[in-house]
């Protein structure tokens, strides 16, 4: 009796030894945290350029300071629009009614676009809601423009105050697009608030970005350089 006794607690000796082995070689694999991440805020961002095309930590950047070249025809990025589209049928499912409107045009096409807006429009008022050739965001082939088929006077100025604008402004970001040009931080951006207008950056970014309310060119500190 004493024996199996003695025994057991042997047992349970060693097992209770490998146990606590396990734990020290097991504790020693990292495994990085959120909070591990290093954040352009702390770091400065990688800015690289090949053949006219910025990128800034690996994300293509336009915008009137940083421009496309004509010859760059990515065509429309198939993860992106893949994402886009479930974010559409994410919207049908809330009984939303959005639709996509536009997504990839070329050097050319904007040309076309904005040659077109100006003689509707005249030139001073075409600039304030058309991007040059170059200087779209739509030449990446990583921004969609959402639309709607409800009645609207002024989609421009009235798809913000839509079930559909406001759904967008909540959601676009699980599906890794940001609002690329946010009310109020034109002066950053360049462009005046485009609630329709989505970015595909990627979910991880997509979420910083939205939480801290900001915008890539203040986010990577472009205006700084
Ligand atoms: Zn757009």
């Given amino acids: 009796m004493i024996k199996k ?6 047992m349970l000796l060693l ?3 490998i ?18 991440i290093v954040k352009p805020k702390n770091a400065l961002p990688i800015i690289n350029k090949t053949e006219g095309v910025t990128q800034v930590n690996g994300h293509v950047i336009v915008n009137k300071k940083y421009k496309l070249p004509p010859q ?17 049928v994410k919207g049908e499912d809330a009984q939303l009614d959005l639709k996509f409107s ?15 807006y100006v003689e509707k429009d ?8 058309t991007a040059k050739p170059g ?11 959402v639309g709607t088929n409800k009645p609207l006077d002024d989609f421009h100025k009235d798809f913000e105050k839509t079930k559909e604008g406001r759904w967008i402004k909540q959601h676009a970001s699980d599906y890794g697009f940001i609002i690329r040009y946010p009310k109020g931080q034109s002066h950053e951006t360049g462009y005046a ?25 203040s986010y990577y500190r472009l205006n700084e350089k």
């Fill in 5 to 10: 006794l003695l025994f057991g607690l042997i």
């Fill in 15 to 17: 097992l209770s030894f």
């Fill in 19 to 36: 146990v606590g082995i396990a734990l020290v070689v097991f504790s020693n694999s990292y495994t990085p945290s959120k909070s591990n």
């Fill in 72 to 88: 760059y025809q990515p065509g429309e990025d198939k993860i992106a629009k893949r994402n886009f589209n479930k974010l559409l």
């Fill in 102 to 116: 536009s997504s990839y045009r070329s050097y050319k096409e904007q040309q076309k676009v904005m040659k077109d």
């Fill in 122 to 129: 005249g030139e001073k008022v075409a600039r304030q809601y």
């Fill in 135 to 145: 200087e779209s965001e739509h030449q990446t082939g990583l921004a969609f423009d």
């Fill in 193 to 217: 608030y485009e609630a329709w207008h989505l970015r595909y950056v990627g979910k991880p970014l997509a979420k910083i970005i939205d939480e801290q309310d900001t915008n890539l060119e």
